[in-house]
């Protein structure tokens, strides 16, 4: 299968889990995550018209972000502070904001810019001890100041749910992030509009359950060599 032929398969997918859940198809946006696959097959996801490239480290972006022009970078992966003077001129958006020196930073260096950074708060809903992100008891008061800096702008959250052979498993932790983007909407001041939620093994079901951007690598580009 080429890569031209899985993207169309994963938009298959998209399609058909948002309406099973009665939504619009277009409500989900498909990030091919280019993380270990090489420049040239990136290439081919932006040639069958696939605009949003996810990367989870900061070098490897950088290397890739001259070669593959007209595209939006989505920075999904854990972002250490002294790496964010390399990326703010160059990502469209952070889903790993997962702590408040990382918001201090981010609202430094777009502020420097000029730039306004949009951010989505990665929660850490299953409580996994290995995963980055804020804790459900955190994030109310977290969104709250965070939407005082003026360099950043927080447009919703991200979560990575445990990988588990049965994406059943996982909805719970699907449901409960919606759930807490749901509060959090209520608050005047605060932006929420997009929900990171599902990878390769889970995105059908992080859909139904309302996910409005996916980060998918491995149904797009095979496994990834490492
Ligand atoms: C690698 C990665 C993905 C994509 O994972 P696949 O299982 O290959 O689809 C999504 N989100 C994050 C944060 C990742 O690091």
Do not use: C
Request: neutral net charge; hydrophobic residues 45%; without cysteine.
């Amino acid at each position: 299968m080429s890569i031209a032929d899985n993207l169309m398969a994963v938009q298959r997918e998209v399609t058909g889990a948002a309406l099973k859940a009665g939504r619009n198809p277009d409500s989900v946006q498909i990030i091919a995550v280019t993380k270990n696959v090489a420049v040239e097959r990136a290439k081919e996801a932006a040639a069958a018209g696939f605009l949003h490239l996810g990367e989870n480290r900061v070098q490897e972006l950088q290397h890739k972000a001259p070669l593959i022009p007209g595209v939006r970078w989505h920075l999904i992966g854990h972002l250490q502070s002294n790496k964010v003077k390399y990326m703010i001129d160059k990502v469209h958006l952070v889903h790993s904001l997962d702590r408040w020196s990382l918001a201090v930073e981010l609202d430094r260096r777009a502020r420097e810019q000029d730039r306004v950074m949009p951010v989505l708060v990665q929660v850490n809903v299953a409580g996994e001890e290995t995963k980055f992100g804020l804790q459900v008891s955190e994030v109310r008061d977290f969104v709250m100041d965070a939407a005082d800096l003026k360099g950043i702008q927080i447009q919703g959250l991200m979560t990575i749910a445990p990988l588990v052979e049965n994406p059943e498993e996982v909805r719970p932790v699907f449901r409960e992030t919606k759930r807490i983007f749901d509060r959090l909407r209520e608050i005047p001041r605060v932006q929420m509009e997009q929900l990171s939620m599902g990878m390769t093994n889970d995105y059908p079901v992080a859909i139904e359950e309302g996910a409005t951007m996916v980060r998918i690598g491995t149904a797009i580009f095979g496994r990834r060599e490492y």
